[in-house]
């Protein structure tokens, strides 16, 4: 693992890859995890009905849900 101990070291690093992780998955629950750890229980974040049919009516379009791929 590399160590970035100044401002020089990071200069220096400017453009290159730092590190890659794998894909991970992000479902409601998750995200309503993270909600209640930040305490940001903002209804965008969490009630996926009204989030959805808000995305419908501004972009005519389904927007928030959180997907899984089978």
């Known amino acids: 693992?590399?160590?970035?101990?100044?401002?020089?070291?990071?200069?220096?690093l400017v453009?290159?890859?730092l590190g890659v992780s794998?894909?991970?998955?992000?479902?409601q629950q998750?995200?309503?995890?993270?909600a209640?750890?930040?305490e940001d229980?903002?209804?965008i974040h969490t009630d996926v009905e009204?989030?959805?049919a808000a995305a419908v009516e501004r972009f005519r379009f389904p927007t928030t849900r959180a997907r899984?791929?089978?």
Do not use: P
Request: charge should be neutral.
């Open 1 to 12: 693992m590399r160590k970035i101990t100044s401002i020089g070291d990071a200069v220096a």
């Open 15 to 17: 453009g290159q890859e």
């Open 22 to 27: 794998g894909w991970k998955a992000i479902d």
């Open 30 to 34: 998750r995200i309503n995890d993270f």
């Open 36 to 38: 209640d750890v930040t």
């Open 41 to 43: 229980r903002q209804w």
């Open 50 to 52: 009204r989030a959805e």
């Open 68 to 70: 899984t791929q089978s």
